[in-house]
């Protein structure tokens, strides 16, 4: 089934020695009450956070040598996932039999498993990946892995051969959508099959090994009244939300890394017309539009002979000339404000993006300087008149100590006093400093009782009343 199979390479009579155990360093620390429940014993380098059964190293090495001498990787690569399985577990089988090795075939399905993971996947990184709990995944160096659920981080089990086996990883990630990883190219941003964001970091950056970040693609959609039923923020505050977008209001998200921002920005684009045509604009494409005119671009680094690059102010710029309704700019972070705050004061009303910033007023600052970096010799005051005219919602996020993310504060700019930016705060979660649980924040949700500028604005699309019947 894998076309022209090799000669079969002399069977050895006995295992061969499998690879040593590396000694106990910086690179694969004690465990530590952080590791999940296993025996204390080295586990197999082999091992997966599966159900997979322990193998000796010897074992595994022996069965991955006989089974590559007799398949084509070259035809097992482009082979359906589940006839791959099939061939691969007779395979183990063969050789199980022939080698006279003690494994059953629940132990040779796993084996199959994680080879096909090897060869096709992200080896031992596959389990986390399909594990719907786990929402990041943190590869530090071969022997320590971690990975985050309900908010909070747990060290695994997992762990990759060597350094080489990783660094094999990281770059069959990046090959896999076009892009470059290795010593000359030490850092990259890509995403995998499923969507999943990825970073990678390589040595001679990475100290102790090869880095990789992943954060997983949200397989089940989740909307404002999701949000609300997990307590991210009150029924009040997603209505105005829900208005907010439906009235082609521009909204700046903010917040810091893993708050949930790109998962708002997903929730706030359920509201925007069926008839509209949005741009969206992305490093790695995470946005997941439901509108049937969605139009999605995405950066591109420079090649091998520092040429080709594609920047998100490059993709701004053009998007100006494809007649969009809005454009939705995965995040803001370099000179591309400029092009965003322009299309927002030229007739691309309900435009969104995201800002990497402690506060509302945090987000504006780091606007200007964004402005000030692309064109140094603009006055301030001109900035921040650009600023005040075209952002006029701002949603900060943060993720808390216990693991919830939820909406800080919906604040609204309300223009320029002076040289001044104006900004009112619509809601606030206030956190209950008497109540103190050292794994849960107790707190409520508060509606200052303003009326919002852009109630106006809501009018046109007759949700006024509604509007402010939810600021109440």
Same mark, same amino acid.
């Given at each position: 089934?894998?076309?022209?199979?090799?000669?079969?390479?002399?069977?050895?009579?006995? +295992?061969?020695?499998?690879?040593?155990?590396?000694?106990?360093?910086?690179?694969?620390?004690?465990?530590?009450?952080?590791? %999940?429940?296993?025996?204390?014993?080295?586990?197999?380098?082999?091992?997966?956070?599966?159900?997979?059964?322990?193998?000796?190293?010897?074992?595994?090495?022996?069965?991955?040598?006989?089974?590559?001498?007799?398949?084509?990787?070259?035809?097992?690569? &482009?082979?359906?996932?589940?006839?791959?399985?099939e061939d691969v577990t007779r395979i183990v089988g063969?050789?199980?039999?022939?080698?006279?090795?003690?494994?059953?075939?629940?132990?040779?399905?796993?084996?199959?498993?994680?080879?096909?993971?090897?060869?096709?996947?992200?080896?031992? *990184?596959?389990?986390?990946?399909?594990?719907?709990?786990?929402?990041?995944?943190?590869?530090?160096?071969?022997?320590?892995?971690?990975?985050?659920?309900?908010?909070? *981080?747990?060290?695994?089990?997992?762990?990759?051969?060597?350094?080489?086996?990783?660094?094999? &990883?990281?770059?069959?990630?990046?090959?896999? %959508?076009?892009?470059? %990883?290795?010593?000359?190219?030490?850092?990259?941003d890509a995403r995998l099959l499923d969507g999943s964001?990825?970073?990678? /970091?390589?040595?001679?950056?990475? *100290?102790?090994?090869?880095?990789?970040?992943?954060?997983?693609?949200?397989?089940?959609?989740?909307?404002?009244?999701?949000?609300?039923?997990?307590?991210?923020?009150?029924? +009040?505050?997603?209505? /105005?939300?829900?208005?907010?977008?439906?009235?082609?209001?521009?909204?700046?998200?903010?917040?810091?890394?893993?708050?949930?921002?790109?998962?708002?920005?997903?929730?706030?684009?359920?509201?925007?017309?069926?008839?509209?045509? %949005? &741009?969206?604009?992305?490093?790695?494409?995470?946005?997941? *539009?439901?509108?049937?005119? &969605?139009?999605?671009? $995405?950066?591109?680094?420079?090649?091998?002979?520092?040429?080709?690059?594609?920047?998100?102010?490059?993709?701004?710029?053009?998007?100006?000339?494809?007649?969009?309704?809005?454009?939705?700019?995965? $995040?803001?972070?370099?000179?591309?404000?400029?092009?965003?705050?322009?299309?927002?004061?030229?007739?691309?009303?309900?435009?969104?993006?995201?800002?990497?910033?402690?506060?509302?007023?945090?987000?504006?600052?780091?606007?200007?300087?964004?402005?000030?970096?692309?064109?140094?010799?603009? +006055?301030?005051?001109?900035?921040?008149?650009?600023?005040?005219g075209a952002v006029q919602l701002v949603v900060q996020?943060?993720?808390?100590?216990?693991?919830?993310?939820?909406?800080?504060?919906?604040?609204?700019?309300?223009?320029?006093?002076?040289?001044?930016?104006?900004?009112?705060?619509?809601?606030?979660?206030?956190?209950?400093?008497?109540?103190?649980?050292?794994?849960?924040?107790?707190?409520?949700?508060?509606?200052?009782?303003?009326? +919002?500028?852009?109630?106006?604005?809501?009018?046109?699309?007759?949700?006024?009343?509604?509007?402010?019947?939810?600021?109440?």
């Amino acid at each position: 089934m894998f076309g022209q199979r090799a000669l079969d390479p002399p069977r050895p009579t006995s +295992p061969k020695p499998g690879p040593a155990a590396p000694a106990q360093s910086h690179a694969e620390p004690a465990r530590s009450e952080l590791a %999940v429940s296993r025996p204390m014993s080295r586990l197999s380098a082999f091992e997966t956070a599966s159900n997979r059964p322990a193998i000796s190293d010897a074992t595994m090495t022996l069965i991955r040598d006989h089974l590559f001498g007799r398949i084509n990787i070259s035809a097992a690569v &482009v082979t359906p996932h589940d006839k791959l399985m099939e061939d691969v577990t007779r395979i183990v089988g063969e050789i199980a039999t022939s080698e006279v090795l003690a494994i059953n075939g629940v132990e040779q399905r796993a084996i199959a498993r994680y080879i096909v993971d090897d060869m096709i996947g992200i080896g031992p *990184l596959e389990p986390l990946l399909a594990d719907e709990t786990i929402a990041d995944i943190m590869v530090n160096g071969p022997f320590k892995i971690f990975v985050e659920r309900a908010g909070k *981080l747990e060290l695994t089990d997992v762990r990759f051969r060597d350094a080489q086996h990783l660094t094999s &990883v990281a770059q069959r990630i990046a090959s896999s %959508v076009g892009r470059r %990883v290795d010593e000359t190219s030490p850092t990259c941003d890509a995403r995998l099959l499923d969507g999943s964001r990825v970073n990678i /970091v390589l040595p001679p950056v990475a *100290l102790d090994g090869a880095l990789i970040s992943i954060r997983k693609f949200m397989k089940r959609d989740i909307d404002l009244a999701a949000m609300v039923r997990n307590g991210s923020m009150s029924a +009040p505050m997603a209505k /105005v939300l829900e208005i907010a977008a439906a009235s082609r209001i521009n909204v700046l998200i903010s917040g810091g890394t893993g708050s949930g921002k790109t998962t708002l920005l997903n929730a706030l684009s359920r509201m925007i017309d069926a008839g509209e045509r %949005v &741009v969206t604009i992305e490093d790695a494409a995470e946005l997941q *539009l439901q509108q049937p005119h &969605v139009v999605r671009m $995405e950066t591109r680094p420079q090649n091998t002979e520092g040429i080709g690059e594609i920047t998100q102010r490059d993709l701004v710029r053009n998007a100006l000339r494809m007649r969009p309704d809005r454009i939705i700019l995965g $995040e803001t972070r370099g000179s591309e404000a400029f092009d965003v705050l322009q299309a927002m004061n030229t007739g691309h009303d309900g435009s969104m993006t995201t800002i990497h910033a402690n506060s509302p007023r945090d987000a504006l600052g780091r606007l200007e300087n964004m402005l000030l970096l692309a064109n140094p010799n603009m +006055p301030l005051r001109a900035i921040r008149s650009q600023i005040a005219g075209a952002v006029q919602l701002v949603v900060q996020v943060a993720r808390m100590r216990d693991g919830v993310r939820r909406v800080l504060t919906i604040s609204e700019v309300v223009g320029l006093e002076g040289d001044a930016i104006l900004i009112q705060d619509l809601f606030a979660f206030e956190v209950d400093t008497r109540d103190f649980e050292e794994k849960l924040v107790s707190g409520a949700f508060k509606s200052y009782g303003l009326r +919002p500028h852009f109630a106006v604005q809501a009018a046109h699309f007759g949700l006024e009343e509604t509007l402010l019947g939810a600021t109440r």
